[in-house]
């Protein structure tokens, strides 16, 4: 439905000869993503960080959809935002006390971070405007944002992640000129991040397991017995 | 026969010098051992000479039996044998006067040495006459030698010195080094002489070691020294030193047998120093007395000086004659020819020349060494030598090589001046009485100083007129002086001392002035009746306690053998006899002394201060010697405390005394061909019969006489009569001053006192030296020792103290620098780390800004390094 | 505006994708709360991920986009996972040092410090 609207958007803006309503729903994305992220940093409220978050991801989803990668969108808000945030939002909520709710930073720190910050910044946008055909969009991508040209990335990705690429030009078996390979599907990593995920499963369950009050226990034996063992 | 007679005679000779080596080896690493404290070291010592007495004996029987000397020509002596040949010799000397006197006209200034071949051939036919029973002709020959050790055989001279025949055997034993230069060996030169010497030393050492048994037993315990004081005070504690007394007695036996037996100089020379070393070792026996090391280094000391003339004599005969041996040395050869070295003897009196006295060519080729270069430039080696053979009798007629003769005698006799304490080396005889009585007797008086007298004698042949003139006139003045110190000695080992001084004074007079048999018969009668006077005085000594002669008086009835011995040693000193009937042995030896010192004033008149020395000489000697006496055994005890003690000694040390004094009664007495005499005359070096005119070097040209001159009557005479008159007088005196007490010497000393104290103080030779030679001494020693102190010590403390700054230096920049250098590391490391646990905080945001900056930087760095263009895949 | 009307290419993901991990670091450098750390490492992630989907993005870059395939994609899928396991361990680490500490302050957690 989304693409539809995008469809519709971009078919708008190429007859109207204003609008690219494609540019124009990247720009409302990405400056809600950004300011919302922005918005994390200068928050000091925990919970009021949590929120904007969930916004700012929810945010970069859209852009994920936008790219025309539906089926990273789609996990994005259903793991990251709807897993990995509410998780976090549990963490909020297990820590919120009275004065963890907003601990403030020492200024000096905050320039510090913004002149360090910046020149990250500087760097990366430096970098993001090498590449002379990252500028450029390619002809046809009308057709290709109302998902004519494109095929939906979601069974693709489901072949690959068992291991099979049908994909781009390989889907008949060339070899890509990239590696000269014939490129292997995803099924190793996805079989390890499953054993992964256990592991971190029951890691995170120690981890973060109660602990028994042994010096408790040992004062409670001793009145019993009443001596040393 | 020959040959097997002189290596008999080498082999006994041979071994009685060695015996006492072994007994010396044998006491120095068992002495303390031989019973207890030693005790029977004294018998080890005594066997050994005594067994060397013993060969000695065995080996002048031997000698009797195959070459019974001829009875000498004296008709006043008591020989039985009676033949009196007193005119016979008369004229046959008046004869050889006239041509002494006709040869003395013809002498220059520059001295020709003349030989009187008429008087060879009347001797030479007188000895035919009368020595029928001789098998041997006379003339020379030498025998081949068989093998002995090394290639050097025994050669054997026979020769007619006039008066009988000379017979000698020498050879060699072992050679020590052998070059062709030169060949210093061991050997013998055995005649008559060393003989009767052999037999004198053993018999005299023997007794004296009999007599130390019993004098030198207070060593047998632990002795407390009167005469050493402490530095803490006291008196000093030693143990005793028995058996070193007799350890170094039979070392001093066999080297004085060494000297008696030597068959070259070189020998002798070594046993020289080796008796020097035993009596420095014997005066010194009781070292820690300061008087007693100092008198044993004195001695020494004075002997070096005149070894130092010895070793220039040896030099100069060694250098012009290649050879120091005094016989012929015979040897054979590759092709087995008989090839005859020429010995001392040889070489400077040859047969050639009817062994009178001339310079050898050696010396003279030496001499005109200029003339002798000059041809060897012009002429070819070959053709040289035959030209040089032709000149050298008539550079000889010139004189050259007469000052190296003259040189190599003075040379040899200043080795004689020191051993046998001439003046003016004389002065360590009377302090080597620091050593114990049986040292003097036996050293000192008897055998050591007599070895200077020996070897004057054994060298006789090769001393020229000018040398025998010095050494008559060098003993005049020695019997002199000595005589006249020993008047106011008060000190009775001193008197006899310098009566040994004395006595050897008189021997070098008689050998200088041509009496070689009277002088060796002075030595042989001198040599027991010294040792009986110091053995005597030991016995007094022992009893008394004391030296000095002011404490004693009035000991003869408690001992009367020491007395009544001394008493014969006395009259034997001082030639006491029956004019022409008989006399003790003194008296024979005197006599022949004085008759030839006569003979020599005869011949020469400028010389006659000689002859009045001599008479003079023996009346001093009779006073004094009598003074002794007189003091010592008659009158009145002068100190109760000494007389309280006195007694007789045991009878082992007077039995000595007995024994000795036999032999200074007889010794001048000859029985058939038995006499010392005899034995003598046949030692007599060939060519030294006949008389000697030459000279002219050191005096005018001199007449030596032929001893055979002085047994004319009528010299004779008048020596006997001179002899007992002056004798006589000196005893009256020393009667009237000592029993009669007709004069008080003591008022004579005071009045007389100028010429007492210059007595008293010897003549003041030891200040004199002192002035001379010790004081420059000390002051140079005192400057050497002054630079070493400032001037070299100074610098090795300058060094030492630049060697501490530089280590001070090298320390500091070890702490320091070095130190400091590692310190630095490590101080910088320490604080490096402390900085840097700084950058870990521990704070989460800072190292994720830490991350972030990294990033940063390192993608910067490499973008400018490689001028990023990043990859578009 | 040119931003409106000209189509969008990688370039501007980009940048989104640039502020987006900056703003992540920033929020982990100031944040004192552990769990503002934690937030500011899902910032970061995120970041990443847009740069992954742009790349791999067909629409964005058009037959470029085959030589990829759909690596972009698969990436961002994986980082997805990972960023939900990490987040998971993250907070039991965060809890187990309150529960330790009482405290989720990260500027307490210093027991390291040299």
Not at chain 2, 817 to 830: C, M, P, Q, S, Y
């Amino acid at each position: 439905m989304i693409g539809t609207l995008f469809g519709v958007s971009s078919l708008l803006a190429a007859t109207s000869g204003g609008i690219n309503w494609h540019s124009f729903f990247f720009l409302l994305f990405a400056l809600l993503a950004c300011g919302l992220a922005v918005a994390v940093v200068l928050a000091d409220n925990v919970v009021r960080m949590a929120f904007y978050l969930v916004l700012s991801l929810g945010a970069t989803a859209g852009l994920f959809f936008l790219a025309g990668a539906e089926f990273v969108g789609a996990m994005q808000l259903m793991i990251y935002v709807g897993g990995t945030l509410v998780l976090l939002i549990f963490g909020v909520m297990l820590t919120a006390q009275e004065p963890f709710v907003a601990i403030k930073t020492p200024a000096r720190d905050k320039v510090l971070a913004g002149i360090v910050g910046g020149g990250l910044l500087a760097v990366l946008l430096q970098a993001a405007f090498t590449g002379p055909a990252w500028s450029e969009a390619p002809a046809d991508m009308a057709e290709r944002t109302l998902g004519q040209v494109t095929q939906p990335s979601a069974t693709p990705l489901g072949m690959a992640l068992v291991g099979v690429r049908v994909d781009g030009d390989v889907a008949s078996g060339e070899r890509s000129p990239a590696d000269g390979n014939v490129r292997s599907g995803y099924l190793l990593p996805f079989e390890i991040v499953s054993v992964h995920l256990l592991v971190v499963l029951v890691g995170a369950a120690y981890l973060a397991r109660t602990k028994r009050r042994k010096a408790v226990a040992i004062a409670r034996d001793e009145s019993t017995t009443g001596g040393v063992r | 026969m020959e040959t097997d007679l002189g290596a008999t005679l080498s082999t006994l000779l041979g071994l009685a010098w060695l015996i006492p080596l072994a007994s010396f080896a044998a006491i120095l690493f068992f002495g303390p051992k031989m019973g207890p404290h030693g005790r029977n070291s004294a018998w080890v010592a005594t066997g050994a000479i005594g067994t060397s007495l013993a060969l000695s004996l065995f080996a002048f029987g031997t000698w009797m039996v195959n070459h019974p000397p001829a009875v000498a020509h004296h008709g006043d002596h008591g020989d039985v044998h009676g033949e009196d040949h007193g005119e016979e010799h008369g004229k046959e000397h008046d004869d050889s006067h006239a041509n002494n006197h006709s040869a003395e006209a013809t002498n220059r200034v520059a001295a020709r040495l003349v030989r009187f071949a008429e008087e060879q051939a009347a001797e030479g036919g007188h000895g035919d006459r009368e020595h029928g029973d001789h098998e041997h002709d006379g003339h020379e020959h030498s025998d081949e030698g068989h093998g002995d050790e090394g290639q050097h055989a025994d050669s054997v001279e026979h020769g007619d010195t006039g008066h009988g025949e000379k017979i000698a055997y020498s050879g060699d034993w072992y050679a020590l080094y052998r070059s062709p230069s030169l060949v210093l060996s061991i050997g013998w030169y055995i005649d008559s002489m060393t003989v009767l010497l052999f037999v004198v030393v053993t018999f005299i050492a023997t007794c004296i070691h009999v007599y130390a048994t019993g004098y030198m037993h207070d060593e047998l315990h632990d002795v407390t020294d009167h005469e050493v004081t402490l530095a803490a005070g006291g008196h000093l504690h030693r143990p005793g030193r028995f058996p070193r007394f007799f350890q170094a007695l039979s070392l001093f036996c066999f080297s004085m047998l060494g000297i008696v037996i030597a068959g070259n100089l070189a020998m002798v020379f070594i046993f020289w120093e080796l008796v020097g070393i035993c009596s420095w070792f014997l005066i010194g026996f009781y070292f820690e007395r300061k008087s007693a090391s100092t008198a044993a280094n004195k001695a020494f000391i004075v002997n070096r000086v005149g070894d130092f003339g010895m070793l220039i004599g040896l030099m100069a005969l060694w250098g012009a004659l290649g050879t120091l041996h005094f016989g012929d040395t015979v040897s054979v050869d590759a092709e087995g020819h008989q090839v005859v070295e020429p010995g001392l003897f040889s070489l400077v009196r040859p047969a050639e020349n009817g062994h009178a006295l001339q310079v050898p060519d050696g010396m003279v080729v030496a001499a005109a060494a200029n003339r002798v270069g000059n041809i060897a430039s012009t002429v070819s080696p070959e053709d040289a030598r035959a030209v040089i053979a032709e000149q050298v009798s008539g550079w000889r007629a010139m004189g050259m090589g007469n000052w190296l003769l003259v040189v190599a005698g003075l040379g040899i006799f200043c080795g004689c001046m020191g051993k046998s304490a001439q003046v003016p080396l004389h002065v360590w005889l009377p302090d080597a009485m620091e050593g114990p009585t049986p040292v003097s007797a036996l050293v000192h008086s008897a055998t050591m100083v007599a070895a200077g007298v020996y070897l004057t004698g054994r060298f006789y042949p090769v001393l020229t007129p000018d040398v025998l003139v010095v050494i008559a006139y060098i003993g005049a003045i020695t019997l002199f002086i000595a005589a006249t110190i020993a008047l106011v000695c008060t000190d009775i080992k001193r008197v006899l001392a310098y009566s040994t001084v004395s006595q050897l004074g008189y021997m070098m007079l008689a050998l200088g002035v041509g009496g070689w048999v009277a002088g060796l018969f002075h030595l042989v009668t001198h040599a027991f009746f010294k040792s009986l006077l110091f053995m005597c005085s030991g016995s007094v000594i022992h009893a008394c306690h004391t030296n000095d002669m002011r404490r004693m008086g009035g000991l003869l009835k408690k001992m009367p053998y020491t007395g009544w011995t001394m008493l014969v040693g006395c009259l034997a000193i001082i030639g006491a006899g029956v004019p022409f009937v008989i006399g003790f042995s003194g008296y024979y030896s005197k006599d022949s002394i004085l008759a030839q010192a006569l003979l020599f004033r005869q011949i020469n008149p400028s010389h006659a201060i000689l002859w009045y020395a001599a008479a003079g000489g023996a009346a001093l000697t009779a006073f004094y010697m009598f003074r002794l006496w007189f003091m010592t055994f008659i009158g009145e005890p002068r100190d109760q405390e000494v007389a309280a003690h006195v007694h007789e000694s045991p009878s082992v040390m007077t039995t000595p005394l007995v024994v000795l004094s036999v032999m200074a009664v007889a010794a001048g007495w000859s029985l058939g061909s038995l006499g010392v005499v005899n034995l003598l005359e046949q030692a007599r070096p060939l060519g030294t019969a006949a008389g000697m005119t030459g000279g002219g070097l050191l005096t005018a040209a001199v007449t030596v006489p032929a001893e055979a001159a002085s047994h004319a009557e009528a010299i004779h005479v008048t020596a006997t009569w001179t002899a007992f008159a002056t004798a006589g007088l000196g005893v009256l005196l020393a009667a009237a001053f000592y029993v009669w007490r007709v004069v008080n010497p003591a008022v004579i000393a005071t009045t007389l006192r100028p010429v007492y104290v210059f007595l008293e103080n010897k003549w003041y030779f030891d200040e004199i030296y002192n002035w001379i030679f010790v004081k420059p001494a000390h002051g140079i020693a005192m400057l050497a020792s002054a630079n070493d102190r400032g001037i070299i010590d100074s610098i090795l403390h300058l060094a030492a103290w630049l060697s501490r700054q530089l280590a001070a230096i090298d320390a500091w920049i070890d702490r320091f620098l070095v130190d400091g250098l590692i310190n630095t590391l490590a101080n910088v490391t320490w604080t490096m780390g402390l900085r840097l646990r700084h950058v870990q905080t521990g704070r989460l945001r800072q190292y994720v800004m830490f991350i972030v900056v990294g990033t940063v930087a390192i993608f910067l760095l490499a973008s400018m390094m490689l001028s990023a263009t990043v990859a578009i895949p | 505006m040119n931003l409106l009307s000209d189509p969008v290419g990688v370039s501007h993901y980009l940048v989104v994708g640039a502020i987006l991990f900056t703003t992540g670091v920033v929020c982990m450098v100031v944040k004192r709360n552990a769990l503002g750390v934690l937030m500011g490492i899902e910032l970061v992630l995120n970041g990443a991920n847009v740069n992954f989907v742009a790349f791999g993005s067909p629409v964005l870059r058009g037959e470029q986009a085959s030589i990829l395939g759909l690596d972009g994609q698969a990436m961002a899928l994986f980082v997805i996972l990972l960023a939900a396991a990490e987040a998971a361990v993250a907070l039991a680490i965060t809890l187990n040092f309150y529960n330790n500490h009482a405290t989720v302050d990260v500027d307490r957690a210093d027991d390291l410090k040299g």
